[in-house]
Structure formats: structure tokens, C-alpha cells
């Protein structure tokens, strides 16, 4: 059982930043693969950031250049600094974990609240 807990989240004027953390239990990158999504009000969960299974990186489109996923394998942490903020950005984001072979083993994490408002 794989458990990831979010923290970092808040309320952040347009132009601002954040960065959110996911603590995990213990070291499972070698076997997981990890990312964040985010779900808007009456919107569907989207993918922001992960790290993909050759471990580079990869973003949306709407994030790319402003957002950044990193992990630190010490901490058994990854985070995502976000840059730029802008309001389209509120959302719920969620921490995921992903099995690498097994595809239909994913982990997600409570989620933290990310309003962009003036």
C-alpha cells in the first residue's frame, strides 16, 4: 500500500508562486512512476506534470515553462514549484503514483487546494 500526503496548497494572487509537496511511504520511486494532476470545479481530472517511466519529464501544455515537478529520493518527496500563477490554475491537485509494470496499480493522495484570486 502506497500512501502520498500533499501539503503546500493555499490562496496565491495571479502572478504568484507555490510549491506543493507529496510525501510518500518510503522509497518507491524505483517502482512507481509519479505526477500531479489537478481537478477544477465541474471539470475533469487533468494531468499537470509527471515524470514519465524513462524518467524525464513531461508537463500540459498549459503549465509548461511556469510549472516544474522535481522529486528528492532522500526525502521520499516529489514536488511541483509553480510559477506564474494565474487564475485558471485554482484547482484541487492531487499527488499520483503510478506502477510501473503494473499499470493498474495507481496511488492518489487526498489533494490540496490551490485558489489563484486577487
Known amino acids: 500500500q502506497v500512501q502520498l500526503v500533499e501539503s503546500g496548497g493555499g490562496l496565491m494572487q495571479p502572478g504568484g508562486s507555490l510549491r506543493l509537496s507529496c510525501s510518500t511511504s518510503?522509497?518507491?520511486?524505483?517502482?512507481?512512476?509519479m505526477g500531479w494532476y489537478r481537478q477544477a470545479p465541474g471539470q475533469q481530472r487533468e494531468l499537470v506534470a509527471t515524470?514519465?517511466?524513462?524518467?524525464?519529464?513531461n508537463y500540459a501544455a498549459s503549465v509548461k515553462g511556469r510549472f516544474t515537478i522535481s522529486r528528492d529520493s532522500a526525502k521520499n518527496a516529489v514536488y511541483l514549484q509553480m510559477n506564474t500563477l494565474k487564475p485558471e490554475d485554482t484547482a484541487v491537485y492531487y499527488c499520483n503514483a503510478q506502477h510501473r509494470v503494473f499499470v493498474g496499480q495507481s496511488y492518489w493522495g487526498q489533494g490540496t487546494q490551490v485558489t489563484v484570486s486577487s
Open positions: 515524470f514519465t517511466s524513462a524518467d524525464t519529464t
Open positions: 518510503g522509497s518507491i520511486f524505483s517502482r512507481y512512476v
